[in-house]
């Protein structure tokens, strides 16, 4: 049965660009609308744009699992794979800088977060960018 939604049946990624009560940020969603990763807050949304673009650019990057010892540990652009305070799974993805571009939510098994990230690498590079008015 085809999917007739906004996007002829297209399931694909976007970017959303929405303003805070302190600055700009993006979520990067999944086809299905979910949020797969979101960025730190930005002062512009020129600035935010460059972020999403870092995001595009980065995202075929490594996997750092750092939840395992003695873990390999990976140039940039990465992403790392770690557990919160909580014991919950997240991924960050690092620019070639270091500078930490996008984050995940928490995770309750790796496997999931590891889904995130392949989300992540799918959808990010061709995702476009759609700002949300206030």
Do not use: W
């Amino acid at each position: 049965m085809p999917n007739n939604n906004l996007t002829g049946g297209n399931t694909m990624g976007k970017f959303v660009i929405k303003t805070t009560k302190s600055g700009v940020k993006f979520d990067l969603k999944a086809g299905n609308g979910e949020v797969i990763a979101t960025s730190e807050v930005y002062t512009t949304e020129a600035a935010c744009r460059k972020g999403i673009d870092s995001v595009k650019r980065c995202c075929l990057g490594g996997i750092e699992d750092q939840t395992v010892e003695n873990f390999e540990v990976v140039k940039h652009p990465k992403f790392e794979l770690f557990t919160d305070k909580a014991g919950e799974f997240r991924f960050r993805l690092k620019a070639r800088n270091g500078e930490i571009i996008a984050v995940s939510e928490g995770y309750k098994k790796k496997d999931s977060c590891l889904n995130g990230i392949e989300s992540v690498r799918k959808n990010a590079p061709e995702a476009p960018i759609e700002k949300l008015e206030d």
